[in-house]
């Protein structure tokens, strides 16, 4: 299934991973944009948010905070720009942030799962996951956004020892 995304100079898409968990490959069009990719396993470096495909909102990963966000220092992944005319594979549920460095465009490509257990994890994601998260958006609204990245950063600096 073809996606075609767009951006303006600077805008930028913050660390998540797709929620169908499809891999996809990435082709960049027109201008270039920079690409920070993580595996899953990077999940309590990157802080992230339960019940979603997210991290917390305020980190700037052009400018991480390691005061703020100190599990930040551990997250080990790759940093590189796309070209007009690169690809990229992104396997499901990589972590990616994007930020254009100049208007363009890219498409990308994705190949739905055709495993049992890969089916299952996309139907968890895409209808139960997702669609809990809807719920308890509507029903408590800031209060459990905020109360899933309190949560986040819990979970991160456990993992990894840190004392805030």
Known sequence: MPTLFFG????????????DMT???HFQFQ???????FDPKQSKALYKVPLSVHTIYEI???HPDYEKFP?????????????????????????????YLEAGFSMSLRAFPNEFFQVM???YHVFIMRYTDKL?????????????????????????????
């Open 71 to 99: 599990a930040l220092k551990h997250a080990k992944g790759f940093d590189f720009v796309m070209n007009h005319g690169d690809a990229l594979f992104i396997p499901r549920g990589y972590w990616h942030y994007n930020r």
């Open 8 to 19: 303006g100079s600077e805008a930028k898409v913050l660390m998540h991973y797709d929620v």
């Open 31 to 37: 201008g270039d944009k920079r690409i920070l990719l």
């Open 60 to 62: 700037d990963y052009d």
């Open 121 to 123: 994890n996309t139907i």
């Open 136 to 164: 308890m958006r509507k029903l408590f609204q800031s209060k459990w956004i905020n109360f899933k990245e309190k949560w986040a950063i819990k979970k991160s600096h456990r993992y990894y020892g840190i004392e805030k």
């Open 23 to 25: 891999d996809f490959i």
